[in-house]
């Protein structure tokens, strides 16, 4: 993984007086799955189209694959694929067919190319079959394909697995994690968690049009490092933690306290609570998901908000 | 810009709207001459029917007859509200609206389609179509016209049938296609406007068939300034561009002009100078409003 394939600086996005996207600042890396997430209306289709220009930008800057979007986005545009909010098809037309608009739109794709991804999509037996006729799982499947025509550098995917069944959604999964071996980089739009922590290198949390967190899986985790504490005093051993300078916050969960900090000073805090006559029945490290890390951050803003 | 169209005329090949269309204009110049020429021909003898003048069903007949009847056809593919118009605005809206509704507008300029190629490519692929349909109707609809004409009249005189003849036919032909252009551009237009194919058709035929083919030309009974309105409307120079067609100053300015005949209507040339100018300004409206158009989900 090395070079910048988009950097996007100081996005900022108003529609009339509403704001729906705010300074946005972020960089994907060459190779790299980088995930996009955030709850609906976060403002990652706006992103999206203002990186592939269907709206233009109330203010800041946006290149890609190297070049200032401002100045010949059209030729850029050639060398990515993208699916924006859901894969939009000629229903009158055949799925080939519809294959056969798109390859000829972007040029340079040989006949063969089709045939060969509606075979890897799974389609090749409903190639002639009118789209109108398709499942949402099925136009999905073609939506990859179509955007894999020109084999893109860089893929731009909104939800990809949407309206697929499991065994779809799990075979889109180990897709994008092929097209990450062959080199190619992609960012990945999704509000399902587990789907992105699977997948995905690298992640950004968009929330109300700003971006509120962003960096690896491994590393956004570890920002949120929790120790589960049960003990008989809860509320005296939450006054006392709180007062250890390493200790980012307590709160109380049923019987339990969730304490975050440090892992590795699991030990200090129970010898912390013994040395007031508190006993610990259990210390454990809490097991971060990174839907459990989305939830906290986004309603850490929502707190800071209101 | 020869790729795109290849797609273009791809998705219209491949749609049934443009057979429909294409079957509508062709059987039309078959079933309109023959049952126009039926009921001249039953004449008085038809259930309340007051008998028409001898010299006006004579000159009715005539313009249904070859070689007159080449007017007619012309004026029923084209025309302010001939079929041609109705059938190619309905063709045009909705291939360009439909592009918003299956949100396939945004596939195409994510691929780094231009946006000006993009309508452009569009409008060539409707006109070509357009120029088939014309064709077509007149390669099936003068044979026609021949045998009912060898059928009222008990032979068929070819004499007319020159090299100049041809010619005025094929320049008909183009004339009325011309004439046609801005409703199709003027219906592509609402389209992109509107992003939908409802407001492309709508307010198109709206116009056309109701402000210009009702109002404006009963203003014409209101007297002077407002008779002139018709005179610069799309359809008043139309009317002017369409009397230049062989057989056409019969239909557009003689005594079977109806209301046309109280117009004073533009000259050919005249008429050929503002249509293109209207031409003009909904094709530069159409490019200007999709270039700053923002494609939203």
Redesign the interface.
């Given at each position: 993984m090395n070079g910048v394939v988009l950097r996007v600086e100081g996005l900022t996005k108003f529609?009339g007086p509403v704001r729906a996207l705010h300074d946005l600042t972020l960089s994907v890396r060459r190779g790299e799955v980088y995930g996009f997430l955030g709850p609906n209306g976060a403002g990652k289709?706006t992103t999206v189209?203002l990186i592939?220009?269907?709206?233009?930008p109330t203010a800041g800057r946006i290149e890609l694959l190297g070049h200032d979007t401002r100045r010949g986005?059209?030729?850029?545009?050639?060398r990515?694929g993208?699916i924006?909010?859901?894969?939009?098809?000629?229903?009158?037309?055949s799925g080939a067919?519809n294959l056969?608009?798109?390859a000829?739109?972007?040029?340079g794709v040989p006949e063969v190319r089709i045939t060969q991804l509606l075979e890897r999509v799974g389609l090749a037996d409903r190639a002639d079959d009118k789209v109108k006729g398709y499942s949402t799982g099925m136009v999905q499947r073609l939506g990859l394909a179509?955007a894999l025509l020109?084999e893109p550098e860089l893929l731009f995917l909104d939800e990809p697995t949407s309206g697929l069944d499991p065994a779809g959604q799990a075979e889109i999964r180990a897709l994008i994690r092929e097209l990450a071996e062959e080199g190619v980089t992609v960012f990945l739009c999704s509000h399902l968690l587990h789907e992105v922590e699977q997948v995905c290198h690298r992640v950004g949390i968009l929330n109300k049009g700003e971006l509120i967190a962003e960096g690896a899986v491994e590393e956004l985790l570890r920002r949120k490092e929790v120790i589960q504490v049960r003990v008989a005093d809860l509320e005296r051993a939450a006054a006392l933690l709180r007062r250890l300078a390493w200790v980012q916050g307590v709160r109380r969960e049923d019987d339990r306290l969730l304490v975050e900090a440090p892992i590795a000073r699991s030990a200090e805090v129970n010898a912390a609570l013994a040395r007031q006559g508190l006993y610990a029945s259990e210390i454990r490290p809490l097991e971060t998901t990174l839907e459990a890390f989305f939830l906290q951050v986004t309603q850490e803003e929502a707190d800071n908000g209101s | 810009m020869v790729r795109n169209l290849r797609v273009e005329l791809l998705k219209l090949r491949k749609r049934w709207l443009s057979w429909i269309v294409l079957l509508i204009l062709v059987s039309s110049a078959i079933i309109l001459p023959g049952m126009l020429l039926a009921i001249l021909k039953m004449g008085d003898r038809l259930p309340g029917a007051q008998p028409m003048p001898p010299a006006i069903a004579a000159q009715l007949e005539q313009a249904l007859l070859l070689p007159d009847g080449v007017g007619f056809l012309l004026s029923l593919i084209g025309g302010s509200n001939g079929m041609g118009m109705l059938l190619f605005v309905i063709l045009a809206g909705v291939s360009v609206g439909n592009e918003y509704t299956w949100r396939t507008v945004r596939a195409s300029l994510v691929r780094g389609r231009g946006r000006w190629d993009f309508l452009l490519t569009k409008l060539v692929a409707i006109l070509l179509l357009m120029g088939v349909g014309f064709l077509l109707t007149m390669a099936v609809g003068i044979p026609y016209l021949g045998l009912l004409t060898a059928a009222s009249r008990g032979q068929l005189d070819l004499s007319f049938l020159t090299a100049s003849f041809v010619g005025e036919v094929l320049l008909g032909v183009l004339r009325t296609g011309y004439a046609l252009v801005p409703y199709i551009l003027l219906a592509m237009l609402l389209a992109v406007v509107g992003r939908s194919p409802w407001i492309g058709v709508g307010v198109t035929l709206a116009y056309a068939l109701l402000v210009e083919g009702m109002a404006l030309q009963l203003l014409v009974l209101v007297g002077r300034p407002w008779s002139q309105l018709y005179r610069f409307s799309l359809g008043g120079n139309v009317t002017g561009l369409m009397a230049a067609n062989p057989g056409g100053q019969a239909l557009a300015g003689g005594e079977l002009g109806g209301m046309d005949a109280l117009l004073n209507l533009p000259s050919a040339n005249q008429a050929a100078l503002v249509l293109a100018l209207y031409s003009l300004l909904f094709l530069a409206g159409m490019l200007v409003a999709f270039q700053r158009q923002e494609i939203t989900p």
């Open positions: 529609y289709t189209s592939l220009g269907l709206i233009r986005r059209r030729k850029v545009l050639r990515v993208a924006v909010e859901r894969p939009a098809f000629y229903p009158h037309l067919d056969r608009v798109a000829w739109e972007l040029g179509a020109n | -």
